[in-house]
C-alpha cells in the first residue's frame, strides 16, 4: 500500500491527493491505536 503512495506521489497532479489521503490513513490508525489501548488497559 505503501509502495503504491510513493509511486504516485511522484506524480505532481496527484501529490495533493495523496498526501490527504495518508494523512487520512494515518488519523485512522491512530483512532484505532487508541481503542485499541483502552480497551486492553
Do not use: H, W, Y
Request: charged share 25%; net charge neutral; aromatic share 10%.
Amino acid at each position: 500500500m505503501f509502495s503504491k503512495i510513493q509511486k504516485i506521489g511522484n506524480d505532481p497532479e496527484t501529490d495533493g491527493s495523496v498526501f490527504c489521503g495518508s494523512v487520512l490513513i494515518d488519523d485512522l490508525m491512530i483512532a484505532g491505536n487508541k481503542k485499541f489501548t483502552q480497551r486492553f488497559v
